[in-house]
Nanobody, 130 residues
């Protein structure tokens, strides 16, 4: 499996911004569906959003819609999560993941089913203080 590496996490005050990156050093990120998830200790992993790379189409969970955006840079072989207007409840470990899914199998609520993703990074911590 391709090793995914997240970066860009950190500590920020509420209302601030961070941009997370997900790369696969030495490999091409060519899965058609890539996603961001987050997890707080003791809670289930939560889907943040997906990007269907073939069409550059995205889906974002209601909890982050209007504040977060997902994008890809094929030249840099990198997936991004731009997070604006951060809230303390956004505090979590953030993970990127990939799967071979297409269309609504990616950019939909059902596209964020955790068990469907078999390739995960190690995560990057985001902490938002009030």
């Amino acid at each position: 499996q391709v090793q995914l590496v997240e970066s860009g996490g950190g500590s920020v005050q509420a209302g601030g911004s961070l941009r997370l990156s997900c790369a696969a050093p030495g490999y091409k990120l060519d899965a058609p569906c890539m996603a961001w998830f987050r997890q707080v200790p003791g809670q289930k992993r939560e889907g943040v959003g997906t990007i269907y790379t073939v069409a550059d189409d995205t889906y974002l969970a209601d909890s982050v819609k209007g504040r977060f955006t997902i994008s890809q840079d094929n030249a840099k072989n990198t997936l991004y999560l731009q997070m604006n207007s951060l809230k303390p409840e956004d505090t979590a470990m953030y993970y990127c993941a990939t799967k071979w899914a297409y269309g609504d199998g990616c950019v939909s609520m059902r596209g964020l089913r955790v068990p469907d993703f078999g390739n995960w990074g190690q995560g990057t911590q985001v902490t938002v203080s009030s």
